[in-house]
């Protein structure tokens, strides 16, 4: 990519307009800075724009998983459901985006194509389809963590007569599955999410799956307005309360051991976390993520909830997961999933003991049967955290690519930055607590550290600020060890990379908590940006901050 003087100039470039871009935006207007974002889709929303299968919901409820940054606007917006689902939680984006009149400064139906750093001017050269070229200051991706989706390159695939469907691409008409025979594959979230209502649509529905996922009750209902208002009253510091903690949301931890209590004890906590439902199961008791004894506690307390629901046993082993211990693949929130199993037209298919050999122009094929299907569901999840960032062709400092500084595997200062390439940021990128905590809550803490970021720079005349390589290291390997300190790399989950053929197996999300990462993250800025190195726009000599 060459640069020219032609090029149209912003402070800030911003790639995506999901939660992350939308605030990145908002929030650098307010300082002051000319920003332009960049989305492929035709409207606002990331995540909930892409992800319309049936059944979509968000696993964080609805009440947490909002913007903290206006009063006024949580206020003001009315979730109706304990679990939102994606059409609300995307009229919500759409509300956030008409209320603080974003869309003049987003550019839909436009992909970022390759992002090069120019040493002469220290500007990034953003190239983009359609629209062409644009050069920036700095350079913000808020692509998302869950958004490069994932097809398997089944043989035959293209032969498949019938309509195929992926749940991260799913059609914004939708999709009547009525009187017809549907096959789907993956058992991770989102199937998990839609088969429940395909199943009840469908005339018969087959599941695929490889890999059987611990997934606990959502227990979803109808908000009543008047706890809507009494949350609303203490949102705000109850926001501010929960960023010292692990997850970033209204979740506080039993501070006892699961062996330290006897087994009815246990078994009383697990009920009451069953049927209070959501994801605040895997804090029943301080050690679940951390002790194999006692996390084998919990896990069987779900097997045999399992074996409870579903009526034919075989199957029901079948959707026992013994090969990962609970929460170490992201726990699945469900509304009747393990029930479904129960109906008279629905299939289980076990592809780790029979798997898939090809796609075929009636269905698919199996190592010991062959299936035919009216439609083909794949939701087989995504490239997770680096795909979205891999796609677009970025070039650092001297050439360098971010495909080949990733090549081992991410490597970033706290999950914000990246040794050689300069004013480049990330939102929720490798090495920070995103996946596993409030999304929202980690976007708010990203972009406002950001934020706060570029106007220090400005106020001091700096042009570029750069993590230094011994920061980058040492912040790589605390990642790394407090994973290990953790059950968390114990399971082949998309957060190592483990559903993507030749990506390397490293940990990519912070599991120390965003509390602990918050005050991290405070700590270097208050201290003068430890770990960065600036230079000046007047001599370009490099000083600390």
């Given at each position: ?518 005050q991290k993250c405070d700590d270097v800025a208050a201290n003068g940006y430890t770990g960065f190195t ?12």
């Amino acid at each position: 990519m060459t640069t020219t003087s032609t090029a149209t100039d912003f402070d800030v470039v911003v790639i995506g307009a999901g939660f992350g871009g939308m605030y990145m935006l908002h929030k650098l207007r307010e300082q002051g800075f000319s920003v332009r974002v960049y989305e492929t889709g035709t409207g606002v929303g990331g995540t909930w724009y892409w992800n319309r299968y049936p059944g979509a919901r968000c696993d964080v409820e609805s009440l947490e998983y909002q913007y903290a940054f206006s009063d006024a606007l949580q206020r003001e917006w009315m979730w109706t459901e304990r679990y939102a689902t994606q059409p609300e939680i995307l009229r919500y984006a759409n509300h956030v985006a008409d209320r603080f009149d974003l869309r003049r400064d987003i550019r839909f139906e436009t992909r970022v194509t390759a992002a090069k750093f120019d040493e002469a001017s220290d500007k990034w050269v953003v190239d983009t389809e359609p629209k062409g070229r644009v050069r920036a200051r700095y350079l913000v991706t808020a692509a998302g963590c869950l958004s490069a989706a994932r097809v398997p390159d089944f043989p035959g695939a293209e032969r498949f007569e019938g309509e195929s469907y992926h749940t991260g691409r799913w059609p914004h008409g939708g999709v009547d599955f009525t009187g017809k025979r549907v096959g789907i594959i993956g058992t991770g979230s989102s199937g998990i999410q839609s088969i429940p209502v395909i199943a009840a649509q469908a005339k018969h529905l087959t599941i695929f799956q490889r890999t059987p996922n611990f997934s606990v009750p959502a227990q979803n209902w109808v908000l009543q307005r008047e706890n809507i208002a009494k949350h609303k009253d203490t949102f705000v510091a109850a926001r501010k309360e929960a960023l010292n903690t692990g997850f970033g949301a209204a979740m506080f931890a039993n501070l006892k051991s699961a062996l330290e209590a006897d087994a009815q004890e246990r078994d009383q906590r697990y009920e009451e976390l069953w049927r209070q439902g959501g994801a605040g199961f895997l804090i029943a008791f301080n050690d679940l993520l951390f002790n194999q004894a006692a996390n084998d506690t919990a896990a069987e307390f779900v097997r045999n909830k399992i074996r409870s629901i579903v009526k034919d046993p075989n199957v029901a082993e079948m959707l026992c997961p013994h090969d990962h211990p609970l929460g170490t693949k992201r726990i699945c929130v469900d509304t009747e999933y393990y029930e479904t199993f129960n109906r008279a037209n629905v299939k289980l298919v076990d592809v780790r003991a029979a798997p898939i050999q090809e796609i075929t122009a009636k269905g698919l094929r199996t190592s010991d049967a062959s299936y035919e299907f009216d439609v083909l569901v794949f939701a087989t999840g995504f490239d997770a955290m680096t795909g979205p960032l891999l796609r677009i062709d970025i070039e650092g400092r001297k050439g360098e690519k971010l495909a080949h500084k990733w090549a081992a595997g991410p490597k970033t200062y706290l999950g914000l930055s990246m040794v050689g390439f300069p004013n480049l940021f990330t939102i929720t990128g490798p090495g920070s607590p995103s996946v596993l905590s409030n999304m929202i809550a980690s976007i708010e803490q990203h972009v406002d550290w950001i934020a706060d970021c570029l106007v220090h720079l400005r106020k001091n005349g700096f042009a570029t600020i750069e993590a230094e390589p011994g920061a980058e290291d040492e912040w790589v390997k605390h990642v790394n060890d407090v994973a290990d300190l953790t059950l968390f790399p114990r399971a082949n989950s998309w957060y190592v990379g483990a559903n993507i053929p030749g990506k390397p197996r490293v940990f990519m999300p912070y599991v120390g908590g965003i509390g602990l990462y918050r005050q991290k993250c405070d700590d270097v800025a208050a201290n003068g940006y430890t770990g960065f190195t600036v230079t000046r726009r007047d001599d370009r000599r490099r000083r600390s901050a």
